[in-house]
């Protein structure tokens, strides 16, 4: 962790003491209620500078913190020490703990007057199951909020130096998922014909079939992909290839989860945008002279 991250911590609790805004939209701030609550929060895809101070603040007024697999280990390093903390799974295929138990667990926290922080991955309502966890406790009578947190794809688009929408480029992005019991249940050629970007969240394993799929569908066989692993994390990894080539470069490169998939002309703006770097930090040395 550097200085700066370090000096940024400490600042923060203090600055957050006071949240004027709060009242007038009529939500709470985290940590401002003295019977239990549960609060369903998005951690972001992993760097812990994208937090939202929010988020922060419903960390440090935590009884009980529950923490997922997607929840990075910077982000796990300001958990306060005298919080307890329990990681809940959700890796694919070794649910530490089922969603039903779950969803009890959480009750019953809350029940016994507890703060309780759940604290997932990227944004909760986006392929987070956070709708499913919103409805239950709500539905058992447990006063609950969501803190909204930056979705994977755009923290990985953006750590990439790929815009997501870009004038001229595409108009639209849809977010798919990957992740199926059987086959994807997607209209493939409504959407290969969206002229939209195209992320796919949990696309790992089904690379071939969201390639073969969306050719068929009449995409060109050279539009860009980028499979981001580990985004916005120290050991993030791009690759970028295209729609044919991209379920073998999965396996060539034997890119790990957690990995986003992104197809579209934008892809192209990266090596663009990364040429201008130069021009960037020579510009700089100017000013600094
Ligand atoms: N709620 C999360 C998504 C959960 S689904 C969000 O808003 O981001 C889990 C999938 O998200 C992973 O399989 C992967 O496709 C993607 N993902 C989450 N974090 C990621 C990261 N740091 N880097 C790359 N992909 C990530």
Partial sequence: MNNFFKASVQVLPSALVKTPGAKKTGRHTPGDKTTGKVWLVGAGPGDAELLTLKALRAINNADIIFYDYLVSEDIRALFPSHIPAHYVGKAKNQHS????????LLVTQAQAGLNVCRIKGGDPFVFGRGGEELLELRSAGIDAEVIPGITSASGCSTYA????THRGL???????TGHAEKSLDVNWAALAQLNHTLVFYMGLTRADEIAAQLLAGGLAADTPVAIIENGCRKDQRDIIS???????????EQVQSPALIIVGEVVRMKAQLQAQIWQHSSAESLLLA
């Fill in 97 to 104: 703990i089922k969603q039903e138990d779950l969803n009890q």
């Fill in 161 to 164: 130096d790929i815009p997501l």
């Fill in 170 to 176: 595409s108009q639209g992005c849809t977010f798919v």
């Fill in 242 to 252: 295209d729609l044919h080539d991209f379920p073998a470069a999965v396996v060539r």
